[in-house]
């Protein structure tokens, strides 16, 4: 029988608050246990919440920008489970009234084509804390400093169907939200996570099969391993006449495997309600202003815009625009030398290059823009050649930061007097009278010898057209 | 309204409760004679009213966002059952 | 010195006639004198109470003292003290010694008073008589053999005995009001919101307000003026400014407007406690009110309305109280979910337990419509009976409780009988509106209670009319015998 995937993904993007949803402890990660969870994050009696400002914006940003429905009025309502990362007994999230519905994003498949996502809500919540199975006699650690971290939950429509359109809508979420600056997208570190809803029907069947759940995946490779394990598990079990259990399931990243959580064998029932502690949220007109003022031209907007006003290929105009700091890069560099293509170069080529060795955000490179923008300005008025360039840009990158005093001090500039090119041709031509006489007698490609020995005599100064040209010339006369 | 044993017993689960299998009936009779008192509201119709989930007609009010808390661990975790290396301990959780 | 207004006692330590260490040292003595008959204090804070008696002391001294300073009081246990046990009245927090204080501790603390202990309660502030608490039941100082009203029962009867001049009070259906009618006191629920909840532990979040329970108006307008305003800790808090209660307790109430419900003077009133209100009532015609019979239909659904909000909402704010971070945690758990259920099981009593149940029950799937969400919707058609009666008239008059204090026990298999307790007091709460309840007569040796509703943020007002009454009627001065000297 044939089957068709039907997979939704829950999205859980850390929003880059600097203090909890609802409280003023601090979000940064790595610190000792248990020291950033405040009276709040740990529940004691009698302490309230009070809703973090930027949490509330940076979700009506996401709103924004995936064109979603932005209601006036949104509710806090309390999901309640007992887990031992839970100090409350009780998440704070958002039920029946988020603060983002019905939006959408353009994913581009394999073959090009274009897809469109439908993302259901997304809606604001408390992260839990950790727990940390190392041994402690048998027992389990709780560290609560994640606890109360901003969450924005991202809910897609069940409308992705195979493991690479969930990795390819991923994706596109993950740039977004980072694009925004709503959030790191650290995975390594869990800021960016996501459970995945699976399940499969005979194709052409309109209703959905029974479908499970797959928590906490944090890397795109593992949401395309657990989505295709999970999805020949169970047409597996169809096929051999079995049934899909509705589960939640935790995918094993050594094994390959998704397995059912054990913990979770109970339905729950989360007996949701309106949280008394908070009031409803108002978005009013103005702020959905003052957030649309802040709202960054998009990656699709910004891709389209390199390709016209900056003549770049699609494929380089996608890489780009992938990242909004080395776009706004970018384009400092290609408006500031006129160079767009060759800015383009630099940024993909050298430049990626030393920011991977180092592992190494373009927002903390030692290159400034204005310095790369320099660096090409010299290129195209002949100061250096492409080659020194590339020879000097160690130097930049370890903090040499004015060019021109760079190729000064190291007497770089490219020697463009004919006079001199002509001398030094003389000179190389006399010191290898035997090579003059067998490129003469027909073999043309000893032309490579005489450029590199004249290169290499005017210290790769010399302006290699000129040098080919007037090589020529003498070695015809 | 009458709540069955099981029933009390589920609610009691739900709940995280353990409850003695001696005084499930009696619960169940309290809880039961509870639901029928609040079962009076029946009798009033409420199709056309809002819900009322506070007393003040006000919205919610937010905070700046700014780190305000210090580290008070070693005080919050001096009235804690059990900690170990600033964790606090419970029975091993099984995912 | 026993039986002094906080002007008096003001007055006192402003002229030196007495320092605060020793009007402190007074109290913890009478205290230690009558609490082991009336069990009104779980924790006796002496070390500390004379030590912030010696502060305000030399606060006096070098004239930098407000009105309140140096005046003892006690708080009731459910308003986190940092570094002295809170419990709340439960075996659950019979270990927990506060990291932080109340916004309202903060305040009276910052006013200058000695805090002399933390008061009795019922168990999370759950029950009409303070039988339901780990600490034992509280006696009535009027007739020890009978109840003091809960929840904040340990309030009202130290108030009543004169082991404290003052204490506050929280109030969810009636908590403050319905002991202080049973004691004989004066007792004040201001309009939601309008104190701070922040460190006071949640019962049921929408319903929940700090109050006072003191011997008169005037007493409970000093303190209330100290305790109430804005909080940024608390998002349900009211941005409004502060008021001076004092300076209008003494407005005359000519052409003021009481509306009588006759829904709180029908079935289920006490018919010797229905006259002692109607004579009260009669004595405001003498001061100049006018009394109009009104109506608020939707009386007998509070009750009902109130235990599945009430219950949804403490069951959700009690699911922190799971044994991982502080209080009890159960001996030996096998596992992860033992030590939930038996710490849970085993810290919370049987009426927690009840209304726990009740709460979860109430919101589980297939349920919520019917019982949650219905009740909010009730909760709506009460709040617009108490709209439209404040179109007609100025104040709300009514009994506090139906009936004077109950024999101790008598109420305890049937919590049905006892939720009735608070007919009367309840649907204030659903409304957000503040109440009172002012001392007016005694049926066979027992206080009873007038209760008057205002509408929201009018305690000034409400304060005011009750003053007004308590300069031509003494019952507020009386002291039950046992305890006048």
Not at chain 1, 192 to 221: M, W, Y
Not at chain 3, 162 to 174: E, S, V
Not at chain 3, 265 to 285: M, N, Q, R, T
Not at chain 3, 309 to 332: M, Q
Request: hydrophobic share 40%; with cysteine.
């Amino acid at each position: 029988m044939a089957w068709e995937t039907v997979i939704g993904l829950e999205i859980h993007a850390q929003l880059a608050t600097k203090s909890k949803i609802f409280s003023g402890a601090s979000t940064a990660y790595g610190a000792e246990p248990n020291t950033q969870a405040c009276a709040v994050d740990l529940a004691l009696p009698g302490v309230l919440p009070v809703l973090n400002k930027e949490a509330v914006r940076m979700a009506v940003k996401f709103g924004l920008a995936l064109d979603a429905i932005v209601p006036s009025r949104s509710v806090f309502a309390r999901k309640n489970y007992f887990y031992p990362d839970l100090p409350q007994g009780y998440q704070i999230s958002q039920f029946d009234l988020p603060i983002v519905a019905n939006g959408h994003l353009d994913i581009t498949l394999e073959n090009g084509d274009t897809k469109r996502i439908g993302v259901t809500r997304a809606h604001l919540e408390q992260d839990a804390g950790k727990s940390l199975h190392e041994d402690f006699h048998g027992l389990t650690g709780i560290d609560l400093n994640r606890a109360g971290t901003p969450l924005l939950e991202i809910v897609s429509e069940p409308d992705i169907r195979n493991a690479k359109e969930a990795v390819a809508y991923m994706k596109k979420i993950h740039a977004l939200v980072q694009y925004l600056h709503i959030c790191d997208g650290n995975m390594a570190e869990g800021s960016f996570r996501c459970d995945a809803n699976v399940s499969v029907r005979p194709l052409g069947q309109e209703e959905f099969g029974t479908r499970t759940e797959i928590k906490n995946l944090n890397s795109f490779r593992f949401v395309e391993r657990a989505i295709n394990y999970e999805v020949e598990r169970q047409i597996d079990l169809l096929e051999s006449g079995g049934e899909v259990v509705q589960e939640t399931r935790l995918f094993d990243s050594d094994k390959g495997e998704t397995r059912s959580m054990r913990s979770k064998e109970e339905a729950n029932d989360y007996r949701y309600f309106p949280c008394p502690d908070l009031l409803p949220v108002e978005i009013t007109e103005e702020l959905l202003n003052e957030v649309r003022e802040t709202l960054p031209e998009l990656p699709d907007a910004k891709r389209q815009r390199f390709i016209s006003e900056f003549g770049l290929s699609e494929k380089d105009a996608s890489e780009i625009s992938a990242n909004r700091d080395i776009a706004e890069y970018f384009e400092q560099v290609a408006t500031g030398s006129g160079e767009a293509k060759m800015a383009a170069n630099w940024i993909m080529g050298d430049l990626s290059a030393h920011l991977n060795k180092e592992d190494m955000a373009i927002s903390n490179c030692p290159v400034s823009a204005q310095t790369l923008t320099v660096l090409i300005q010299r290129i195209t008025d002949k100061t250096i050649s492409g080659k020194i360039a590339k020879d000097i840009f160690p130097d930049l990158w370890a903090g040499e930061a004015d060019v021109d005093a760079l190729i000064e001090s190291k007497g770089l500039k490219q020697i463009t007097d004919t006079g001199a090119i002509e001398a030094m041709i003389a000179e190389v031509l006399a010191q290898n009278p035997s090579q003059v006489e067998e490129f003469r007698a027909g073999k043309e490609k000893l032309m490579g010898f005489f450029v590199g020995q004249v290169m290499k005599a005017s210290k790769g100064k010399a302006n290699p057209g000129q040098v080919n040209e007037i090589l020529r010339k003498l070695l015809k006369a | 309204m009458s709540l069955t044993a099981d029933e009390v017993r589920k609610i009691a689960y739900l709940a995280r409760l353990s409850i003695q299998e001696e005084n499930i009936q009696t619960y169940a009779d309290k809880l039961s004679g509870i639901l029928d008192l609040v079962a009076q509201m029946e009798a009033v119709g409420t199709d056309q009213v809002e819900p009322m989930a506070h007393p003040q007609h006000m919205t919610q009010r937010l905070r700046e966002d700014v780190v305000t808390e210090s580290n008070q661990r070693d005080k919050f975790q001096a009235i804690a059952p059990a900690t170990e290396a600033g964790l606090y301990l419970v029975p091993k959780v099984i995912e | 010195m026993y039986n002094k207004s906080l002007n008096e006692l003001s007055a006192a330590l402003h002229s030196g006639e007495v320092s605060s260490v020793e009007l402190t040292q007074y109290f913890l003595d009478r205290i230690k004198r009558y609490d082991g008959e009336i069990n009104s204090f779980i924790t006796v804070t002496e070390e500390q109470a004379l030590a912030s008696a010696a502060k305000a002391d030399k606060s006096i001294a070098a004239g930098q003292a407000g009105k309140l300073t140096g005046i003892p009081m006690a708080h009731k246990d459910i308003f986190c003290t940092d570094g002295v046990k809170t419990t709340c009245g439960s075996r659950m927090l019979d270990n927990f010694i506060a990291p932080y204080n109340a916004t309202v501790v903060e305040k009276l603390e910052d006013a200058g008073m000695p805090m002399l202990g933390k008061l009795n309660m019922d168990e999370f502030a759950m029950g009409s008589s303070n039988e339901t608490s780990f600490y034992g039941a509280v006696k009535n100082p009027w007739d020890s053999t009978r109840v003091p009203g809960g929840s904040s029962g340990g309030s009202a009867a130290s108030v009543a005995a004169r082991l404290t001049p003052i204490a506050t009070g929280t109030d969810t259906g009636g908590s403050i009001r319905q002991p202080a009618s049973l004691c004989g006191l004066t007792g004040i629920k201001p309009t939601y919101g309008r104190v701070s909840r922040w460190g006071m532990i949640a019962f049921a979040s929408s319903l929940d307000q700090a109050g006072v329970l003191g011997r008169s108006a005037e007493d409970c307008a000093l303190l209330l003026e100290a305790m109430v305003g804005f909080d940024e800790k608390d998002s349900t808090s009211v941005e409004r400014d502060t008021e001076d209660y004092t300076s209008t307790l003494s407005k005359p109430l000519d052409g003021l407007k009481i509306g009588l419900p006759k829904e709180y003077f029908g079935e289920g009133l006490d018919a010797e406690v229905g006259k002692v209100v109607e004579a009260a009532i009669d004595e405001y015609k003498k001061l100049g009110a006018e009394v109009v019979e009104i109506s608020l239909p939707n009386t007998h659904l509070a009750v009902p309305a109130y235990y599945v909000i009430a219950p949804a909402e403490c069951s959700s704010n009690l699911s922190r109280f799971d044994g991982v971070r502080y209080g009890y945690r159960c001996e030996d758990p096998q596992d992860l979910t033992d030590m939930y259920m038996r710490s849970r099981g085993e810290g919370f009593g049987s009426e927690v337990k009840n209304r726990i149940m009740i709460g979860t029950y109430a919101l589980s799937a297939g349920y919520y419509d019917a019982y949650y969400l219905k009740a909010q919707k009730v909760r709506h058609l009460i709040s617009d009976d108490f709209r439209q009666a404040f179109e007609q008239v100025d104040v709300i008059m009514g009994p506090t409780s139906p009936v004077t204090a109950f024999k101790i026990g008598e109420k305890t298999d049937d919590p049905v009988a006892m939720y009735l307790s608070d007919i009367f007091t309840i649907a204030v709460n659903l409304a957000g509106l503040p109440g009172m309840s002012i001392p007016a007569g005694m049926v066979g040796g027992l206080p009873v209670g007038l209760q008057l509703i205002g509408n929201y943020f009018a305690e000034g007002r409400l304060l005011n009319i009750a003053h007004q009454y308590q300069q031509l009627a003494d019952w507020h001065q009386q002291v039950p015998a046992g305890y006048t000297d």
